[in-house]
């Protein structure tokens, strides 16, 4: 796939008139010709017009000399959630930050078409995403830079050093006034921010290097989360590509204030930056976009395929009231630790009334331990849930899930003495209510035959 590109004199003058901006460009165009912000404008607008029930068109905001930021938000909007009834998952993807580095914002334009046409088509891949899947995409974030052909945005600043995370620690070139100084990376923020803070991916697309960096790059440390970002380097690697997929720091330079970094230390998103190779030559090439980036692509349909594995997902296996406390055993099945749940009791009001002490539940594992139970009371209505961060990264957001079709077992070698405190509406408390009772009766009866 890594053939070289090379520019077809045809494909000068095919570009030389620029296609109006009404519909969807003819193939020819749309595979060999970079777009420019007038003919991403038509093909987004087209996909809007053409496919409403999976197209949502919005605007994150403007460029610095005032072009629209398209974001292409796609999923089945018959249904906001999936179809047993729980939230989908999210994907934001933007490519762009750089104007010349126009492989990385085609990845992107391809990544949203693969699934809405895919959808079209009734692909089963693609159904199946965009019914449990909701995908933004903001194809080009620095479209002033893109028809200048430049890195830079027009006041030629590098927008992926930009970001409020640790800006301009590494001494970079063109960093701005300060962070978030320029019009597109306070817009990107800020829809990261309001419209997806709680985004399962995170993919920022460029050129370059033929790699895929995830977090650090302003230290050589590993992220926090290395096992997650490692399962995938190694399942991507035997399965997929021999892509490259390493920390940025290492496998690239050092560099800060990038949205990647953002979007893992601020958002707590699992993040990569997806260099794609740089065998461009001037706007165009020879060689079909849709086969010189298809392997990438694979890569992409995998990291949206397997989109549920990449937070935790904690499952209550079963609980048991023993002279010790609660024994709690708990699955995690994702690819993704947590290393501070709790497990809450809440009234029939639903305001918590207990919470455990913190423990952890590594990825694809289970865990067994015994809680401390002190200053628990079951009540007629009351409820357990588990409140947990979906990745070990301080960033990562909060769920309190409710535990649902687990019942509490009691230990048949418990006294009486036990069931104090654990509320008069609890089973086992009813049953040794009825114990007590029938022996009141069963005295009383003995007492009447005595006399």
């Known amino acids: 796939m890594r053939g070289k590109a090379a520019l077809l004199l045809g494909l000068f003058v095919l570009a030389s008139v620029a296609p109006a901006a009404t519909a969807q460009q003819p193939d020819i165009v749309q595979e060999h010709w970079y777009h420019t912000y007038a003919t991403l404008t038509a093909d987004v607008n087209a996909w809007a017009d053409d496919h409403p029930d999976i197209v949502d068109l919005t605007i994150a905001g403007q460029t610095e000399l005032g072009k629209n930021l398209w974001v292409v938000r796609i999923s089945d909007w018959s249904n906001d959630t999936k179809p047993d009834g729980t939230a989908k998952e999210v994907v934001y993807i933007d490519g762009g930050h750089h104007g010349n580095e126009h492989l990385g914002t085609e990845l992107a334009f391809l990544t949203a078409e693969f699934y809405i046409e895919g959808w079209a088509a009734g692909e089963q891949e693609a159904v199946e995403v965009l019914t449990n899947t909701e995908l933004h995409v903001l194809i080009m974030l620095n479209a002033d830079g ?10 030629q600043v590098d927008l992926n050093r930009n970001y409020d995370h640790h800006w301009n620690e590494q001494d970079e070139t063109q960093p701005g006034s300060g962070p978030f100084s320029e019009a597109e990376t306070a817009a990107n923020a800020a829809y990261m921010n309001e419209v997806v803070p709680h985004a399962d991916l995170y993919v920022t697309m460029h050129t370059g290097v033929w790699i895929m960096l995830h977090p650090w790059g ?59 190779d740089d065998e461009q030559f001037l706007l165009g090439t020879v060689e ?24 935790a997902r904690l499952d209550v296996r079963s609980m048991q009231m023993n002279a010790n406390g609660l024994d709690l055993t708990v699955d995690n099945p994702a690819r993704t630790s947590t290393a501070n749940a709790t497990l809450q009791y809440h009234d029939a009001s639903g305001m918590m009334v207990w919470n455990s002490s913190n423990f952890g539940v590594n990825a694809t594992n ?24 979906v990745r070990v990264v301080e960033s990562a957001r909060w769920v309190n899930e409710v535990v649902e079709g687990v019942e509490v077992e009691m230990s048949e070698d418990e006294d009486a003495s036990f069931l104090i405190g654990y509320g008069i509406f609890n089973p086992l408390t009813i049953v040794a209510c009825f114990i007590a009772v029938a022996a009141v009766a069963n005295e009383r009866e003995n007492t009447q035959k005595e006399a």
């Not at 893109?146 to 006041?155: S, V």
């Not at 399962?231 to 892509?243: E, G, H, L, P």
């Open 146 to 155: 893109n028809d200048l052909d430049t890195r830079w945005n027009i006041n």
């Open 218 to 276: 302003y230290i050589p440390d590993q992220p926090i989360d290395w096992e997650l970002y490692h399962f995938i380097r190694d399942d991507v690697n035997a399965n997929i590509s021999d892509i490259p997929i390493r920390n940025a720091n290492q496998g690239l330079y050092p560099n800060s204030g990038t949205s990647r970094d953002y979007g893992y230390g601020i958002m707590g998103y699992p993040t990569f930056t997806f260099e794609t």
């Open 288 to 311: 079909a976009l849709s086969d010189r980036l298809g392997e990438e692509l694979e890569v992409m349909r995998y990291l949206i395929d397997n989109v549920w594995s990449w937070r």
């Open 366 to 389: 289970s865990t067994t331990l015994t809680l401390d139970t002190n200053g628990l009371e079951l009540t007629d209505g009351g409820s357990f849930s588990l409140n947990y961060q």
